[in-house]
């Protein structure tokens, strides 16, 4: 979907080294999440932010830092990357109100650490 | 953790046929959602249920939620080549958090 872009869509890095994921989102959604997607385990929340400045851990928040200073930006990033956390992530939004409204997710960013 | 557990885990049908797959889960949700994912793409959302709700169409997507049970089914009729997917229930907190299972892979034969 076009609203939520993920880049880069693929990133090889090594060991050791900072790398930063990056969402936007065009829809002013407050709400904002990272997954990281892995084959047995489906998706687990690693960061989540309510608005602006405002973010929470979510279920494996370890190794991972983000930021909020826009709404429609949530950066991830990987302070000194391990190869366990060689995955896919995931960005979704969702927008404010009701708690019962579904996600949007960007494509993904498929990330190797060698 | 896994709030959501899916089952089967794989499902092969023929094209036409009907896919049924099962999602249960263990502490008390706000709503329950499922999501499409096509190889290789992000996750799509297909329909949401709430707590108070028993039963829910849209298309050909029926959606059922026993919260006596803490299970929730997707039913996809007269399947065709493109539902072939990865399948995911997600539970919905109060809070506005989703916590997805491991998936079910659909394969629909043509």
């Known amino acids: 979907d076009a609203g939520i872009t993920q880049s880069p869509r693929y990133k090889i890095t090594e060991t050791g080294r900072q790398v930063t994921l990056m969402c936007h989102q065009t829809?002013?959604?407050?709400?904002m999440f990272w997954y990281r997607q892995d084959l047995g385990h489906g998706l687990r929340l690693i960061y989540y932010?309510?608005?602006?400045?405002?973010?929470d851990k979510g279920e494996v928040p370890d190794g991972y830092v983000v930021s909020r200073s826009k709404t429609e930006n949530f950066p991830l990033t990987l302070e000194s990357a391990t190869r366990s956390q060689t995955s896919v992530y995931f960005c979704?939004?969702?927008?404010?109100?009701?708690?019962?409204?579904?996600?949007?997710f960007g494509s993904g960013t498929r990330l190797t650490v060698v | 953790s896994q709030q959501g557990e899916e089952d089967p885990q794989a499902l092969s049908i023929q094209e036409g046929e009907n896919a049924t797959m099962n999602c249960s889960y263990k502490t008390s949700i706000n709503n329950l959602q499922w999501y499409r994912q096509n190889s290789g793409r992000g996750l799509v959302h297909l329909i949401l249920?709430?707590?108070?709700?028993r039963e829910k169409h849209s298309g050909r997507l029926r959606v059922t939620l026993d919260t006596s049970k803490k299970s929730s089914s997707l039913l996809i009729t007269a399947s065709r080549a493109a539902d072939t997917a990865s399948y995911f229930c997600a539970r919905g907190d109060n809070d506005y958090k989703l916590s997805f299972g491991a998936g079910t892979t659909v394969t629909v034969r043509a």
């Open positions: 979704a939004s969702r927008s404010t109100g009701s708690a019962n409204y579904g996600y949007t």
């Open positions: 829809w002013s959604h407050s709400y």
């Open positions: 932010s309510a608005a602006a400045d405002i973010t």
């Open positions: 249920i709430r707590s108070n709700e």
